[in-house]
C-alpha cells in the first residue's frame, strides 16, 4: 500500500499463498491470494488500497528486511520473583531467546553438572557471567547445604549481577529453598515463604526434613555496600534488628560508611 505505516516487515508471496508478517496484530482476518490477485482483509483501515499480486511475485516493498522469528519460549517454570531477578528450571536451547529478551547479567545455576554447552555459547555470546554451584539430583534427600546457600544469596543480593536468572534442573525443590532463605533474609512471614515453595513443588507437599532444613538456617549474611530495592527497601541499617539471621554489613565507603553485624533478634554491634 501507499502507506509505509501499514505494514513495516516484509511481506513474500508465492505463486501460491500469503506469508503474514510476525506481528499478529498487523492482519488480524484471513487474507487469501490467488495466482493472479490480492484481495485485502475486511478491514478497509489495514490496507486502504488495492494490492495485486503478479504469477511470480508480491509487487510490494520490503520495509524493515525482518524475517519471521520462532515463539518465545520461557524456561519451565519460569516466574519473577522481584525486579530483575528470575527463577525457572534448566533452561533448553529453545528456551534462550526468551532468556536474552531479559537482557541478563547473570545465571545461576544449581546443578550436578556444569551448564550445557548450549547454555555455555550463549552467555559468551550475550555477556552473561555463569555462577555454577554443584549439588546432588533432587531426590528424597537434601541436596543442598546451608553453606551453598549462602554463597548464593550473596550472588543474588549483589545488584551488580541484575537481571539475574536463577535455576536447579527442574525450577522446583532445591531453587524453592534457595527461596525460602532468600524471603526469610527479606523478612517474609514463614508460612508465606513456605507457601511460595509449595507451589513450584510436585504435590504442593513441602517434606518434613525440607522443613526441618529450612528452619535451621541461621548462617551470618554478608549485606554489601549497595542492596536491590526489593531488600529491605534498599535501605541498609545495621541496627535494625533481624528476627532469624545474623547479618554483616559491608562498609559503604562511598555513601555513609555504615558497617557492621547485627545478631538475629538483636542490635547491632561494631566491627
Known sequence: PESDSLLPRAIHCSRERFIAPESDSLLPRAIH?????????????????????????????????????????????FFRMEEELYRGAYPMPQNLRFLRRLKLKTIVSITPDPPSSEVTAFCRAEGVQIVHRTVAKFKDNIPISHAQILKILHTL??????????????????????????????????EVAMAEFARFIRGGVISAEEMEFLEAFHLEVTIPPRIPQWLWGGVRDPKAKHPMLKLRFVPDVDGDGAGGSAEAGGQAGNE
Open 33 to 77: 491470494c490467488s495466482r493472479e490477485r490480492f484481495i485485502a482483509p475486511e478491514s478497509d483501515s489495514l490496507l486502504p488500497r488495492a494490492i495485486h499480486c503478479s504469477l511470480e511475485r508480491f509487487m510490494m516493498l520490503a520495509l524493515s528486511g525482518k524475517r519471521h522469528l520462532p515463539p518465545l519460549i520461557p524456561p519451565f517454570r
Open 157 to 190: 543480593i549483589e545488584p551488580s549481577n541484575h537481571p539475574l536468572f536463577l535455576h536447579c534442573l527442574d525450577g522446583a525443590n532445591v531453587t524453592g529453598m534457595v527461596v525460602v532463605c532468600l524471603r526469610k533474609l527479606q523478612r517474609w512471614n514463614t
